[in-house]
C-alpha cells in the first residue's frame, strides 16, 4: 500500500477530521507542550521528540520547509520532482542500498508532497532508530543528481500525473479550480506541476532548489514513539549537527486580493456523473475563524446526521455523495470546499441550489445547541481516536509547525470548544457567501473509444531512454 | 477535493491482505495478548486490552460475504450488510445516526468477498450506549423498504460512477475472466443488471440465513477489561439465537485457457493487469507463495517489476504484483498503469518477469531481503485498535491460530529457493495467463 501513495504529490491536504491528538483525558494527562521536547540545534535543525512507548516502534520523519508554493512561473512541480530524486542516492549510499536497508530492517518508508512541505518518512522496529538516523541526516547534505536517474524520473512523475489527473475527471476539475481561484498566489499551481513545466525542468533546477532549501536551517525533525529523548538526542546532534548551516530561505509569498465576485468554470471530459466542486476563500490557522470553520465542516458534512449527508443524500436522494472540507492546516490561507456528486438523474445545478439553501440557513438561522454540540463531540471525539497512530501524531505536529509551530496543536480542542452559536452564524455569513467562491463544475462527456494516435502526444517520443 | 490517490491505495489494500503477515526472529514476538472465547451461542469471542487511550474498537465478521449472492442476485450479501444500518425494529435510522454522532462514535458495515464486517469506534465513556445500538443493528434490522430502495439507488449511482476509473474497469473484467460464474467472479456491490432486482425479502431471507452467531467473530480491542466485556456486554450477546445454516459447496471453476480482454477508452494511460488462479488461504503453498511475490512484484521499491519497468525504463508511476488469497482459491495478478504508447513494451516486461521467475531460482540475497522484510515489518499489521481487530477476527476466520504471530517467522524463515521455483512453476502457469487492458488502444498499436 506504500507504494501506491509513495512519492504521491498531495494538492493541499485537507482534512474533514484533522489528525489530532492529546486531549485531556484520564489516560494522559497535560498538553502536548509538557510532553513533547523541542531542540534547536545550531545549524538551525528544529528537532521535536514525542515518547510514546505504547508498541516498540517509531516513525520517524523529516520535513523540508519547501512545496509547491516555493516554485515559481515555469518551473512547477519541481518541489515533487526533487522529492522522487531524493530516493536516488547519495555520494555514500545508493538509492538500491537505501531502499534495502530499510527493506531489511522491516521498515515502511514514503514521502509526500504539498503546496506547503515535503516530508520524508520511516516507521520502524525502534531498536533501529540508528539507522534512520544515520540515511536521512546522509541525504539532508550528500544527495547526488545524476542525468540519467532524471531522465527516467521524469517519466514516472509524467506516468504520475496522467494517472492522478489526467485521467481522473474530479482531480481535473479540482485543479482547474485552484488554477481560478487563486491567480497571483503561487497556490494557483498544483503541486505536481503542470505537464510542459514537468518536461522542461532541468538537473540545473534540481541542484539550485536543493541547495536552497535542503539544509538544516528549512528542516524539522519529529519522532513519535518507544524510545528515551536522553538517549535519543545525542545521537541525532552527532548525525545531523555537523551539517553546516546555511541562509534560511525566505518564506514570504504573494497572496491573492479579497475576491470581489463569484467565478464560474466548466470543465467537459469523459465521465459517467458531473460533479459540483465549489472553493471559498477562508483563512487559515492562527484565525479564530479557521475553527469555526472546523465546527461548519463537521455539521454539514461529518457523519450520517449531518446537514447536508442528511438532507441531500437521505432525504432528498439528490447526491451520491456530500464532503465538506477545511483549510484550517495551510501554510497561506487556503479554501473551504464544499462538494457533491449527484446521483444519476440529478445534475451539479440541483446541487448547487441545495448547498446554497444549508448555506443561506447557517446565516439565518442559529444553530441549535445540541446540534453545536454534537459537532464538537464528533470533533473531540476523532481528536482522541488520532492518537492511536503514531504516524498521525507526528503529522500533527509537523504540520501544525509548518504553519504556526507545533504548539499551536494544544489550541485546537479549546478552541473549538469555545465556538459558539453566534460566531457559526457570523462566520458563514463572511466567508460562505457567493461572491467570495469559485465555484466548478464537471459536465460529463460520453465515455469515447480511444481516438487514433495524436500528432505529438504528451510525454512520449521525446523522451530519450 | 480528496486526493484521488487515495481510491486507488484503498482499492490496492484489500488486496494486500495477508501479503504483509509476519513476526518477528530476533526479538520477542510484539504478540497483543488475547483472550478468546466461545459463548453458548458459538459466537467467538476475542479480547485485547489496551488502556493507553480511552476508546473501545469493535469489530464483527459474519460469514455472510459476496460468495455468498445466488445467482442472478448479485450485491445481495453487500445490500444486507448496507441494510443493518438503515434503522432497527426499535428506531429508525435518522434517531440511530444522530445519537451515534452525537458520542462522535462511528459504526460501519460492509462485505467483501468472503465476509461481511460491522465495526464500532467509541470513547469508553459510551460504550454501553454505543454497543446497544452496535447490537441493534445486527440483530433486529427492520430493513425498511423506503431506505432500502434509497440505498439501492445510491449503490446503483455508485457502480455507474465507478465506469470511469480506467482501474476499476479492469479489475471487474479481470475477474469476470478469470473466475466466471464462480462466486468470486462478480462485483462485491453487485452489477448494473442485478442490483435493482435486490427485493426485501430476499434481503431478511439472506439475513435470516447467514447473520447468526455462530457464523460470527467479535473482537473487542482498547480501553475495556475482559471482566467488563463479561459483565456489560457478554449478556447483550447471549440472547442471540442459533440457527442451523446450510453452507452450499463452493465450486472453483476458472476461465481454461489463456484469454486477453481489451477495452477502448479515451484516456492517456493504459490499466493493464495480468494474472491468473491463486490459491486458497490454508494452502500450504501460500507462504512461499508469498515470498515469491514479494520478489516479484510485491516489494516495493526492491521488487523486480518495479526495478524493470519503472525504476530502470521510467514506464510507470505504479506496477504491482497481489496474492489475493481467500477462503477458496483466489488469484494472482500484476496491476500497471502507463502511457498507451508504452503499453506493449510493459506487457512484454511483465511476461518476461513471470517467464524468470519460473525458470530461475531467486538469488539467496533476494530470498533473505524478502524474509527480513516479512518478518521484520510484521508487528506493523496490529499496531493501532482498528488494525488489531481486523487481524483478531481474521485469524480466526482463515483458521490461523492465536498463536500465529509466533509460528509465522519461522514458517517465512523456513521457505526456500527450489520452494520459490516450485510455487512460481506451479501457480503462475502460462497457459492460464489472462490479460487484461483498458485504454486508448489505437495508440496503444493493439487494436
Known sequence: ?465 | MKPPSFRLFLLSAVLWGWILGVGLTDAPAARPAVQREQLPNKLVLLVSEDHSLPFVTIQMLLDAGSRRDPAGEEGLAYLTAKGLLLGTTRQPAATFNQTLDFMGASLEASASADYSVVSLRVLKKDLDRAFGLFLDGLTRPAFPEEELQKEIKKILGGIQAAEEDPETLAEKAFRQVLFGHNPYGHPVEGTKESVGKLTRDRVLEFFREWHHPNNAILAVVGDVSLEEVKTRLVPLLTPWEVKKTNPQPFQPTFQPGPETRLINRDVTQSSIIIGGPGVERANPDYYALTVMNYILGGGGFGSRLMEEIRVKRGLAYSVASFLDSRKYQGSFQVVLQTKNTSAQEAVKLVFQGLKRIREEAVSPEELQRAQKYLIGSFPMRFDTQGKLAGFLTQVEYYGLGLDYPEKYPNVIQSVTREDVLRVARTYLRSEQTIQVVVGNLKEAGME
Open chain 1, 1 to 465: 500500500m506504500f507504494l501506491r501513495i509513495r512519492r504521491f504529490a498531495l494538492g493541499v491536504i485537507l482534512f474533514l477530521f484533522p489528525l489530532l491528538l492529546l486531549v485531556s483525558t484520564p489516560a494522559i494527562s497535560a498538553t502536548l507542550a509538557d510532553r513533547v521536547v523541542e531542540k534547536v540545534l545550531p545549524n538551525g535543525l528544529k528537532v521535536i521528540l514525542l515518547e510514546n512507548p505504547k508498541i516498540p516502534e517509531v516513525t520517524f520523519q523529516v520535513w523540508y520547509r519547501v512545496g509547491s508554493r516555493n516554485e515559481s512561473w515555469g518551473k512547477t512541480g519541481l518541489s515533487h520532482m526533487l522529492e522522487h530524486m531524493m530516493f536516488k542516492g547519495t555520494r555514500r549510499v545508493s538509492g538500491e542500498q537505501f531502499d534495502r536497508t530499510i527493506e531489511e530492517n522491516g521498515g515502511q518508508q514514503n514521502a509526500f508532497t504539498s503546496s506547503d512541505f515535503t516530508a520524508y518518512f520511516e516507521n520502524m522496529r525502534s531498536d533501529r532508530l540508528p539507522v534512520l538516523i544515520d540515511l536521512e541526516s546522509d541525504r539532508m547534505h550528500n544527495l547526488m543528481l545524476r542525468e540519467e536517474d532524471f531522465r527516467t524520473e521524469k517519466m514516472v512523475v509524467l506516468e504520475e500525473r496522467r494517472m492522478r489527473t489526467e485521467d481522473s475527471p474530479q482531480a481535473y476539475l479540482a485543479e482547474q479550480l485552484e488554477a481560478t481561484a487563486f491567480q497571483s498566489s503561487p497556490y494557483h499551481w498544483p503541486t505536481i506541476g503542470w505537464e510542459q513545466d514537468i518536461e522542461g525542468l532541468t538537473l540545473e533546477d534540481l541542484q539550485s532548489y536543493y541547495r536552497t532549501y535542503y539544509n538544516p536551517a528549512n528542516a524539522v525533525l519529529v519522532v513519535v514513539g518507544d524510545f528515551r529523548k536522553e538517549e535519543l538526542l545525542p545521537r541525532i546532534q552527532a548525525a545531523f549537527g555537523p551539517i553546516p548551516r546555511q541562509e534560511t530561505p525566505s518564506q514570504k509569498k504573494g497572496l491573492d486580493p479579497p475576491q470581489s465576485g463569484e467565478r464560474r468554470i466548466t470543465v467537459s471530459r469523459p465521465a459517467e456523473l458531473p460533479f459540483l466542486l465549489m472553493g471559498y476563500h477562508v483563512p487559515n490557522l492562527p484565525s479564530p475563524d479557521g475553527y469555526v470553520l472546523e465546527v461548519i465542516a463537521v455539521m454539514l458534512a461529518g457523519g450520517k446526521s449531518s446537514r447536508l449527508y442528511q438532507g441531500l443524500v437521505q432525504e432528498r436522494q439528490l447526491a451520491l455523495s456530500v464532503e465538506a472540507d477545511n483549510a484550517l492546516l495551510s501554510r497561506d490561507p487556503h479554501l473551504f470546499s464544499l462538494s457533491a456528486q449527484p446521483l444519476p438523474g440529478h445534475t451539479a445545478e440541483e446541487l448547487e441550489k441545495a448547498l446554497d439553501q444549508e448555506l443561506t440557513r447557517l446565516q439565518k438561522e442559529p444553530v441549535p445547541e445540541a446540534e453545536l454540540e454534537k459537532a464538537k463531540n464528533q470533533l473531540e471525539a476523532a481528536f482522541i481516536y488520532g492518537q492511536d497512530s503514531l504516524f498521525s501524531q507526528a503529522m500533527l505536529l509537523a504540520q501544525h509547525e509548518i504553519v504556526s509551530g507545533w504548539r499551536a496543536a494544544d489550541d485546537y480542542l479549546p478552541s473549538i470548544r469555545k465556538v459558539t452559536a453566534a460566531d457559526i452564524q457570523r462566520v458563514a455569513g463572511q466567508y460562505l457567501i457567493p461572491r467570495n467562491r469559485t465555484v466548478g463544475i464537471l459536465n460529463p462527456l460520453p465515455p469515447q473509444e480511444g481516438k487514433p494516435l495524436k500528432p505529438a502526444p504528451s510525454g512520449s517520443g521525446r523522451i530519450i531512454r
